[in-house]
């Protein structure tokens, strides 16, 4: 396979950074008990992870392709490596807030970079769109991960207990794996460079991309998709324990099948794609969306009048609902992954890695307001209401991405027509 090695390491890197960035809502449950705090001051882990993200893609994204692409993941790899290794050693809500600052730090330069790389590796539309499918699909398979690497880390007899941090040996030793093979992965980064750029020039095309109306719309999309994906995936653990009164293990585990169906569901978007248009099946699927916030919430609210206060503690006695609404995954699945592929492919080369800046920058702000947003509704109107929340970014999702599809085309159109030599 052409290029095989590279993509390997870029698909390892987004599996590493998978379990790190989505443990946040197995670790808001964690570390309630851990360190007794509130819901309220749990969700400020979600900022720490996503403002740092923002933060850092804000700051570097102008001129990440002169630090390297390469260089730039190395440089993430090794930090979160080091800081892995030293949280079993540490103990308080300041080190697990540091390490989700560093981890989020790090993820920005990982996912410019791989964003950028794709845009490198890749020939044409449809090959950047399966890649960028399947590079989101491995994505999804290390949250899967990361929901049963936890828990066999906890303490079942003591939830107190901090017994869990030594799950970082083994994320650690993970992610100096994806160091080293990176370090022997070969990426050929000419094509990204644009001669005669400074920084100055490489910040002021950055505003000028982001005023650009597709881009605009774009960044409105990215930011109500993720808003909406982190507020459920970042509080079902918690909506686990405290709603259908699942022990926390359970809780943790059950929540995989949401990651589970979005990787599944990427997964599908690639063959599906093949055979109809981009439009009409995500808004298929903010549809379906929708529909089953609707058909979940009301059904939760049945099983806890019938049952409430049974503590459950097997897997036999878990509630079928528990597994139904997970599997809203599947359908907000394609979203993410579809509308950053258009709009990447629809850009020159030097500029993939200034738009990937744009789209981490936007994509964290959008899931630091969702777990803020979620966990202040949890703690004061309980998790049916704060699930019920959902529906709002949803319908405004399927009004921007209306208007997108109709901008992309636009662009298209008049790209074709200076093509044929009837524009400047």
């Known amino acids: 396979m052409h290029n095989w090695k590279i993509k390997l390491s870029l698909f390892l890197n987004y599996f590493v950074f998978a379990i790190l960035l989505n443990s946040v809502g197995t670790v808001i449950l964690l570390v309630q008990s851990s360190y007794q705090i509130s819901k309220s001051q749990a969700a400020v882990l979600e900022p720490f992870k996503d403002l740092s993200i923002a933060f850092v893609s804000f700051v570097v994204t102008s001129y990440i392709t002169k630090i390297g692409y390469k260089k730039a993941m190395l440089i993430a790899l090794a930090a979160v490596t080091l800081l892995c290794f030293i949280m079993p050693f540490t103990k308080g809500i300041f080190m697990i807030e540091l390490l989700f600052a560093t981890i989020g730090s790090s993820f920005a330069l990982i996912k410019m970079s791989v964003y950028g790389s794709i845009g490198l590796i890749t020939k044409s539309e449809k090959e950047h769109l399966s890649i960028m499918n399947f590079v989101e699909s491995f994505f999804g398979v290390g949250v899967v991960a990361s929901y049963f690497i936890f828990p066999l880390f906890i303490n079942k007899a003591n939830p107190a207990s901090t017994e869990w941090l030594n799950v970082y040996y083994l994320l650690g030793g993970i992610s100096l794996l994806a160091l080293l093979l990176l370090l022997a992965s070969p990426l ?6 644009e001669k005669n750029k400074t920084t100055a020039n490489n910040f002021a095309g950055m505003f ?14 990215a930011f109500m998709y993720v ?21 926390d ?29 981009w439009v009409a099946w995500l808004i298929t699927c903010l549809v379906a969306a929708a529909c089953l916030v609707l058909y979940a919430m009301p059904a939760i609210q049945t099983f806890i ?4 206060g049974t503590k459950i503690t097997a897997l036999r006695d878990v509630p079928s ?5 997970p599997l809203i995954g599947f359908v907000l699945a394609p979203i993410y992954p579809v509308i950053n592929s258009i709009v990447l492919s ?6 993939h890695g200034i738009m990937a800046g744009l789209i981490i920058l936007f994509s ?3 899931g630091s307001s969702g777990s803020l947003i979620t966990g202040n509704i949890f703690e004061h109107f309980g998790g049916q209401t704060a699930f019920y929340f959902s529906l709002v970014p949803i319908v405004i999702l399927i009004a921007g991405i209306i208007i997108f599809n109709r901008l992309h085309k636009k662009n298209a159109a008049s790209a074709d027509f200076k093509n044929m030599g009837g524009g400047h």
């Open 188 to 193: 050929d980064e000419s094509a990204a460079h």
């Open 208 to 221: 000028r991309l982001l005023f650009t109306p597709i881009v605009l719309v774009f960044i409105l999309c």
């Open 227 to 247: 808003l909406l994906e982190q507020s459920i995936m970042s509080w079902l653990p918690t909506f686990n324990k405290e709603v259908l009164q699942l022990n």
């Open 249 to 277: 293990v359970l809780s943790i585990q059950m929540a995989s099948i949401l990651a589970g169906s979005i990787a599944f569901g990427r997964f599908v978007t690639g063959i599906i794609l093949k055979k109809i248009g």
């Open 305 to 308: 009048s019938t049952f409430k």
């Open 321 to 325: 609902i528990a597994f139904i609404f």
């Open 346 to 351: 629809s850009l020159e080369k030097p500029k």
């Open 364 to 366: 964290a702000l959008g």
